[in-house]
C-alpha cells in the first residue's frame, strides 16, 4: 500500500473514532488486566479474584456504549497514569497528605483518585470533573466506594465557561490533566490551559502535571477535520510559554516522550510511525 492509501485509510480509520463500533483497528478482544489493577480492584474494591475478569470485561461494554474512547477498548480506566510517574508520584502524594488539593480535569472513572485515596491521600483533598456522567458512574460501581468515598466528582465541560468553573478558580495546588490535551487544536489546547491555570492558587510552586497524544517530530496531524498539535518537547515547550505569557505567569517544564502510546509498543498497533505519549509537568516559577 502506497503514502497515498496509508493516509486515506488512517483518516477512515480516525473518523471511525466516535462510532460504536468493534471493528475499528483499536478494539481488542483481549485486553490485558494490569497486576496493579487487580490488586486495586480485590484490595481496594473488594472484589473476589476469581470475578475480576468478568467484572472488568462486563464493565469495559457499559463504557464503550458511553463513549467509545480507543482507551476505554485497553482498559486504560485501569490504568493508574499518575502512579506510574516513579519521580513524580511520592512526592505527590505527601503533599497531598498534608493538606494540599488537587484538581483531576477529564479524570474518566476517577481511577487516578481512587489510586491516591488507596494510597493514603484523603478524599477530600481531591476533585474530579468528567464530561461523560456515565463514566463516573461507573467509576462507582466499578470501585464500589460511593458510600464511603470522600473526593467529589463533578460533570462538566471544559470548553463551557461559568457554573461549576467559577467555584473552581483558584482553589487548587495541583492540577492533572488526562489524556484529553490532543483533542483540541493549538487554539483550544491554549484555553484548556489557561483554564487549569485559573483553577490553582495564584502563587509559585504550583504544579500542572498531565499526559497527552505527542509526536517525534511535533507536527499538526489532520484529526476529524481540525488541525490538532501533536506536540514533541520542544514545541510543547513553546506551548507553555505562549500560554504564560497570554496568563503572565512563567512556567518550568518538565516533560518527555516514551512509547506507551505507540505503533511499537505491541499494543497500539494501529497508531502511525510518528505516535508517542508525552507525559508533562509545569511548575509555576513566576
Not at 494510597?119 to 463516573?136: A, K, M, R, S, W
Not at 505507540?262 to 499494543?267: I, L, M, P, Q
Request: proline share 3%; glycine share 8%; hydrophobic share 40%.
Amino acid at each position: 500500500m502506497g503514502a497515498a492509501e496509508d493516509s486515506a485509510q488512517e483518516k477512515a480509520d480516525v473518523a471511525r473514532l466516535y462510532i460504536n463500533d468493534k471493528t475499528v483497528p483499536w478494539w481488542t478482544d483481549n485486553p490485558v488486566i494490569t497486576w496493579p489493577a487487580r490488586y486495586m480492584l480485590h484490595k481496594y474494591s473488594g472484589i473476589p479474584a476469581e470475578e475480576i475478569d468478568k467484572v472488568v470485561m462486563d464493565l469495559r461494554e457499559k463504557a464503550w456504549d458511553t463513549f467509545p474512547y480507543p482507551c476505554v477498548s485497553h482498559l486504560d480506566f485501569l490504568d493508574f497514569q499518575i502512579s506510574h510517574r516513579n519521580l513524580l508520584y511520592p512526592r505527590l502524594v505527601e503533599q497531598l497528605k498534608s493538606g494540599s488539593k488537587m484538581l483531576d480535569i477529564a479524570c474518566c472513572m476517577g481511577h487516578d483518585i481512587r489510586k491516591l485515596v488507596f494510597d493514603g491521600v484523603p478524599g477530600e483533598n481531591l476533585v474530579g470533573i468528567e464530561l461523560q456522567q456515565g463514566f463516573l458512574d461507573l467509576g462507582f460501581e466499578l470501585f464500589r466506594d460511593k458510600d464511603h468515598l470522600k473526593a467529589k466528582f463533578l460533570q462538566g465541560s471544559v470548553t463551557e465557561d461559568g457554573g461549576l468553573w467559577d467555584e473552581l478558580y483558584g482553589k487548587f495546588d495541583i492540577v492533572h490533566l488526562g489524556m484529553f490535551l490532543h483533542m483540541w487544536t493549538y487554539e483550544e489546547q491554549i484555553d484548556v490551559l489557561k483554564r487549569a491555570i485559573k483553577c490553582l492558587k495564584p502563587e509559585v510552586g504550583v504544579k500542572i502535571i498531565g499526559t497527552k497524544v505527542g509526536s517525534v517530530d511535533g507536527r499538526i496531524e489532520d484529526w476529524l477535520g481540525k488541525k490538532i498539535p501533536a506536540h514533541n518537547i520542544e514545541t510543547f515547550k513553546a506551548f507553555v510559554d505562549d500560554a504564560g505569557k497570554r496568563t503572565e505567569t512563567k512556567w518550568e517544564v518538565d516533560s518527555e516522550l516514551d512509547h506507551r502510546y505507540s505503533k511499537f509498543n505491541g499494543r497500539d498497533t494501529w497508531a502511525n510511525e510518528r505516535m508517542r505519549r508525552l507525559t508533562f509537568e509545569l511548575t509555576r516559577v513566576e
